[in-house]
């Protein structure tokens, strides 16, 4: 069974900085792509970015591009969101995601996606 547990998320002020971890089990954490995605209070679950398997392909949301940072260590089954410059329109639960299927691509959508993490809240103040 697969299982995703996200951490690092807390309160942090505009400007700010947070890293997030997602540490996954179950499979073999090397042949699928990782995902992060947000959800803010009565919004949708939003893209946030996704690194193929090798870790040599990113894709990134135009909202974040240039301040956030997704990478891997797939010696740790580890997965990372590194945000800086963050604003409050970052706020949300920010979730991690695993892919269906095995890819070296860097899929953006919901539905690639069948396995997630709880769920680690980020709030940034203004």
């Known amino acids: 069974q697969v299982q995703l547990v996200e951490s690092g998320g807390g309160l942090v002020q505009t400007g700010g900085s947070l890293r997030l971890s997602c540490a996954a089990s179950?499979?073999?954490?090397?042949?699928?792509?990782m995902a992060w995605f947000r959800q803010a209070p009565g919004k949708e679950r939003e893209f946030v970015a996704t690194i193929s398997r090798s870790g040599r392909h990113t894709g990134y949301a135009d909202s974040v591009k240039g301040r956030f940072t997704i990478s891997r260590d797939n010696a740790r089954n580890t997965v990372y969101l590194q945000m800086n410059v963050l604003k409050p329109e970052d706020t949300a639960v920010y979730y991690c995601?695993?892919?269906?299927?095995?890819?070296?691509?860097?899929?953006?959508?919901?539905?690639?996606?069948?396995?997630w993490g709880q769920g680690t809240q980020v709030t940034v103040s203004s």
């Open positions: 179950g499979r073999t954490f090397s042949s699928y792509a």
């Open positions: 995601a695993e892919s269906i299927v095995p890819t070296e691509g860097v899929p953006t959508t919901l539905e690639w996606y069948d396995y």
